[in-house]
């Protein structure tokens, strides 16, 4: 029987160790959570643990010690972790720690991790008791200490069975300690883990009417991916970038159910060094393989901005003025809309989707993208996607150059249509990128914002009709530009 069907086989925990002391995880864990972009750890589609984003985990736990110095192992842990940067500690000064060892839930045989240093019976394909005694290690076969301290070395085998009605997963810390006294005491562990990441997740439903305004919600979606279940956890949640170098730790950058959100109040914000902090005030579960979601803010209307847009090029300047009649090329194609708005307050990175009510009021989706992190009072834009009934067609009239008098003129028609049953407002922006110094000799139509490197006109488009927009702009330079004119 091949490891993987053994491994898919059903387990239960023990309680008691043989030669070890076990540790249970207790009810004080904290997690403070680091943005993740990585798809990976928000797919539906993906199976099995994710080694991206990153996560500091503080939890404590009860331990059984025994006077002297013995082996104590520490289950529930994280599939990945940084073993470098793991701490742990006795606040009360119970017990020390001689040696550790990481024990990585990785492979076929994972499930068996967390039963390293515990008592198991592994039985055979009839049912029949194999071996029985301390597991070892599970790896390419199970190596069982008896109870008269033989080793046995189990490759063949259906099933390991313990005793108690839960087991721990992932990977495990086998602990040497020394102890002062025999009984109960707890243990601080602090470690950093990938498996975990959080980012933010915006709906905006625009409102009917001609103004532009939207119901704004604002939530935190979080992916646990790490190979272990999280009840009962205190979550904070960094928006920022922290610079990471270590390329063997777990990187910043699934689903069984959608987990409604979980929190009753509202994240408590402040600043963190050079980020921004957001606590979850309430208790929270994280299954592994889970999506969950807690509120970011409370929903609100806000005012926004509308853009149908027409762009040419972009703000690129070359070393010296470009001379060639074949640049800036005519252009043609779609226009596209795009949605702005005025962040009310710190809006960490992450998607705004865009929804809007069809003709029977219900919502329907009409694009989506990236928000960056935006300061309180900036703005923030999106492009939604292409308007089906508006095109443009940008053609060259005129181009003449004056090597002489160093100068250029070059002017343009921008063809404007609008196929669609209410008159649009286009947004054309040029970038006159031939050389720094222009000037806008003469237009149909008044800029609306002029800068060093952009033109933008507003051109009312009818309803089924059409619309032009004429532009002349002229380019100088001095010797000094382009030695060669």
């Known amino acids: 029987m091949s490891a993987p069907h053994r491994t898919a086989l059903a387990f239960a925990c023990i309680a008691a160790l043989a030669g070890m002391s076990p540790a249970h995880a207790a009810d004080a864990t904290t997690?403070?959570?680091?943005?993740?972009?990585?798809?990976?750890?928000?797919?539906?589609?993906?199976?099995?643990?994710?080694?991206?984003?990153?996560?500091?985990?503080?939890?404590?736990?009860?331990?059984?010690?025994?006077?002297?110095?013995?082996?104590?192992?520490?289950?529930?842990?994280?599939t990945y972790l940084d073993s470098e940067a793991l701490a742990l500690g006795f606040p009360g000064g119970d017990a020390t720690v001689v040696s550790q060892r990481l024990l990585l839930a990785q492979g076929a045989n994972a499930a068996l991790t967390g039963l390293t240093g515990q008592t198991v019976d592994v039985l055979g394909a009839n049912g029949q008791s194999l071996a029985s005694g301390t597991l070892l290690r599970a790896g390419d076969g199970l190596v069982i200490r008896s109870d008269d301290g033989h080793a046995t070395l189990v490759h063949d085998y259906a099933a390991v069975r313990v005793s108690s009605d839960s087991m721990p997963i992932g990977s495990s810390l086998d602990l040497r300690v020394s102890a002062t006294r025999t009984g109960h005491t707890t243990a601080v562990l602090s470690?950093?883990?990938?498996?975990l990441g959080w980012r933010a997740a915006y709906v905006a439903t625009l409102q009917p009417g001609v103004a532009c305004r939207m119901q704004f919600e604002s939530r935190a979606s979080i992916a646990n991916r790490s190979g272990r279940d999280w009840r009962d956890v205190m979550l904070t949640l960094i928006a920022g970038e922290p610079n990471m170098v270590k390329e063997s730790a777990p990187r910043p950058m699934v689903m069984r159910a959608m987990a409604a959100p979980v929190a009753a109040s509202l994240p408590q914000q402040s600043s963190l060094a050079d980020y921004r902090s957001y606590t979850i005030p309430d208790a929270v579960d994280l299954p592994d393989?889970?999506?969950?979601?807690?509120?970011?803010?409370?929903?609100?209307?806000?005012?926004?901005?509308r853009t149908a847009l027409f762009e040419s090029g972009n703000s690129w300047l070359p070393p010296q003025p470009m001379l060639n009649r074949d640049f800036n090329q005519e252009s043609s194609g779609a226009i596209v809309s795009t949605l702005k708005l005025t962040a009310f307050d710190s809006l960490p990175a992450g998607c705004l989707r865009v929804l809007t009510a069809d003709r029977n009021g219900t919502p329907q989706f009409i694009g989506e993208g990236r928000i960056n992190d935006t300061p309180k009072g900036s703005d923030a834009s999106i492009t939604l996607g292409t308007a089906f009934d508006l095109r443009a067609v940008r053609t060259r009239t005129s181009f003449s150059?004056?090597?002489?008098?160093?100068?250029?003129?070059?002017?343009?028609?921008?063809?404007?249509?609008?196929?669609?049953?209410?008159?649009?407002?286009?947004?054309?922006?040029?970038?006159?990128?031939?050389?720094?110094?222009?000037?806008?000799?003469?237009?149909s139509t008044k800029p609306s914002r002029q800068t060093a490197g952009t033109l933008e006109f507003r051109i009312d488009v009818p309803a089924n009709g059409k619309a032009m927009l004429d532009y002349a702009v002229r380019y100088s330079w001095s010797t000094d530009d382009h030695p060669q004119q």
Do not use: K, M
């Not at 209410?422 to 222009?438: C, D, F, I, K, L």
């Open 401 to 443: 150059v004056d090597r002489a008098g160093r100068t250029l003129d070059e002017a343009f028609r921008i063809n404007l249509s609008n196929a669609g049953d209410s008159a649009r407002t286009v947004t054309v922006r040029e970038h006159p990128s031939r050389w720094r110094e222009w000037t806008l000799v003469s237009s």
């Open 31 to 78: 997690l403070t959570l680091y943005r993740s972009d990585n798809p990976a750890l928000y797919a539906s589609s993906s199976d099995g643990n994710v080694d991206d984003g990153y996560a500091v985990v503080h939890e404590q736990r009860a331990l059984t010690l025994t006077a002297g110095i013995h082996d104590v192992v520490i289950g529930d842990l994280p």
């Open 191 to 195: 470690y950093p883990t990938s498996g």
């Open 289 to 305: 393989a889970s999506l969950s979601q807690v509120p970011l803010y409370a929903s609100r209307t806000l005012d926004c901005e």
